[in-house]
């Protein structure tokens, strides 16, 4: 009864899955007509955390900084927090606290569990602490979409770093017990977020998926390099089986190419039809100098046209 509960609350905050209009498709899930929308896909960022010791060559930006160089609202705000131990305060997402609640875009927070003990640490208490944070957030009105351990199926990999540890069942218990904690927050949803599977079958997934009961909104990470890889062979099969076949909003929660695929790769988010994937809402772009220079905004002036056209902002 408490998670029926649960879905009844965070399906009134989400919205309805619809075939309505772009712009109503949108609005449905809460963003206003001032947040960045392209083709009835609401568009945000992960801006660049600044951090050298990760490989990260960028500055650290604020989405204030991001917003207005481009001239439009993000409507989506991700960050990375690394749980690695079982006292969690979420320092990395407070740093950030007053820069989320006055962007007013849905903060998705991919909380890493990369503690020694694994997905067996995240215990009903650590999973409380975890909500905890989230509620600081949702006490200043921001609407979170928590993305707990995402790509669990990539950093359990011995070559992943930083890296999880544990099995599909055990991942799935501490999913459980992270949406138990914030259950009676209906602010907080909780989001589903796999690796890249490729144009493979999306059934490699499943003993990843923690049930329908408590994974509000679905998607998966993947980053192109070649144009092959267009929207279809990396999203199709999965949004089919998880979104599709189980009724739930579709939204990116990171993706970015390199230089000589971003902007392609940014209409291919931006250009599929509401008939084909009705239930695509958001897309979130990794704006970081990581290795790949994968900006769209905060690289240089030629870049930043670009993206304006392809997000249709050239007409203002």
């Not at 007013?104 to 067996?120: E, H, K, T």
């Not at 928590?146 to 669990?152: A, I, P, Q």
């Not at 055990?170 to 490729?198: H, K, R, T, Y």
């Not at 599709?244 to 291919?268: D, M, R, V």
Request: hydrophobic share 40%.
């Amino acid at each position: 009864m408490k998670f029926a509960l649960h879905q009844l609350a965070k399906a009134l905050v989400l919205g309805t899955v619809c075939t309505a209009s772009p712009s109503n498709h949108v609005r449905s899930f809460g963003w206003s007509s001032t947040f960045l929308e392209t083709n009835g896909v609401a568009i945000g960022w992960l801006p660049s955390n600044g951090n050298a010791s990760e490989g990260v060559t960028s500055p650290r930006y604020t989405m204030a900084e991001i917003n207005v160089r481009l001239g439009a609202k993000g409507a989506t705000y991700g960050m990375y927090s690394h749980l690695d131990s079982q006292q969690y305060n979420g320092y990395e997402l407070m740093e950030e606290f007053d820069d989320v609640v006055n962007s007013g875009a849905i903060f998705v927070p991919s909380v890493m569990p990369v503690l020694a003990q694994g997905f067996a640490g995240i215990t009903k208490d650590v999973a409380y602490q975890v909500a905890d944070v989230m509620r600081k957030f949702t006490k200043r009105g921001v609407r979170v979409w928590l993305r707990f351990g995402h790509e669990m199926n990539w950093y359990v990999d011995p070559a992943a770093e930083p890296r999880y540890y544990g099995t599909p069942a055990e991942f799935v218990v501490a999913w459980q017990n992270v949406a138990e904690a914030v259950a009676d927050n209906p602010l907080v949803e909780m989001f589903w977020s796999p690796n890249n599977i490729g144009n493979g079958s999306a059934d490699v997934l499943d003993p990843w998926y923690p049930g329908d009961e408590t994974v509000d909104l679905v998607g998966i990470d993947c980053y192109p390099n070649a144009e092959y890889q267009d929207f279809e062979y990396m999203y199709k099969n999965f949004y089919d089986r998880y979104s599709a076949g189980k009724n739930k909003p579709f939204a990116i929660g990171e993706t970015g190419a390199n230089a000589t695929y971003k902007e392609w790769w940014l209409s291919q988010l931006v250009g599929q039809s509401r008939h084909e994937y009705p239930n695509y809402v958001s897309m979130s772009w990794f704006e970081y100098l990581k290795g790949d220079d994968f900006r769209l905004v905060m690289a240089g002036k030629k870049v930043l046209e670009e993206t304006k056209r392809t997000l249709g902002l050239d007409r203002y």
